[in-house]
Structure formats: C-alpha cells, structure tokens
C-alpha cells in the first residue's frame, strides 16, 4: 500500500511537470521569428515597372514608408511608364525605401523580411550595393511583402556593401 501511495505521490509531482515543460516548447515554436516572401512589382503585375517615391526633391535623408491601401500608393509612387503596377492590398503591402546614394543605379545585393509576432514587429534588412552611374542622388527600393497588420512596426536595418 505505501508503495501505491508513494508511486501516485511521485505521478502527481512528475506529470505536471512533464507537461509544464511541453508546454514550455510550444510556447517556444509560437515565439519564433518567422522569415516572409518579399516580391518585386514584376513578381506581381507580370512586367517589369521603374518606380520612385513622388517629391523626392524635398528629402534630406534616407526615407521608409509602408503602404497599404491603393490611395496611399497612387499618392506616393510614380512610375516611368506612368501606370502603377495592379497590386492587390488584400494580400500586400509595398514597403519602400529612399536612401541617398553616390550611385543613383545602386541596387539590392540581399534582402529579408523577418516577423516577430511576440513583440509584433517585423525586420526588413537589406544589404546594396554603388551602380555604375557615379552620380549622387536618392535611389528607391520597392519590395511587396505579405499584409503587414496595423498593429505591427517595421525596423529597416539597411546596409551599404561595397562593390
């Protein structure tokens, strides 16, 4: 009888904690940081599009904006063939990025999109590199990306590797 007692004692010790631990892992998988598709306008509208942010003319310093609904991206974008690509705000959100440059045809060596759900961000990294144009100047970087919800922030982490 004592052996029944102690084993049901040792049970009642063990098992929650056991199950306190798997628990634990879980919450470690829902905490991960998950990697996102990033998309460029020919990725979506099936042609390739050369866009920049309107008024330009009036920045100073590197510029982030995350768009989200047709109104805003009509306000803010133009494109050379002064059509903007179809792009369905439902399913994305255009994230774009103005930095000055000593080469205006400076483009994207590398680029990820990391979200965060516990601290309800998300990271966008991006590595780039000088063209071949030796001109200074402001150079736009447009990626689609995944809805990103009004409640998250997004870091950009941008990085100038030499050529």
């Given at each position: ?92 959100s255009v994230i774009a ?67």
């Amino acid at each position: 009888m004592n052996a029944s007692i102690r084993i049901l004692f040792l049970c009642g010790i063990f098992v929650p904690i056991v199950f306190s631990c798997m628990e634990g892992e879980n919450n470690q998988e829902r905490d991960e940081i998950v990697e996102l598709e990033i998309l460029s306008f020919k990725d979506i509208a099936g042609e390739e599009y050369y866009c920049d942010l309107k008024d330009q003319k009036d920045l100073t310093k590197e510029f982030h904006l995350v768009i989200t609904n047709q109104e805003d991206f009509q306000a803010n974008v133009s494109c050379s063939n002064d059509e903007l690509p179809e792009i369905d705000f439902t399913k994305w959100s255009v994230i774009a990025i103005c930095v000055y440059t000593t080469h205006t045809t400076a483009h994207i060596v590398s680029q990820k999109l990391l979200r965060n759900d516990t601290e309800l961000k998300y990271l966008y990294e991006v590595n780039y590199t000088g063209g071949i144009l030796t001109m200074p100047g402001f150079t736009t970087f447009f990626a689609a990306v995944p809805v990103i919800p009004e409640n998250y922030r997004v870091i950009f982490n941008l990085k100038y590797i030499e050529s």
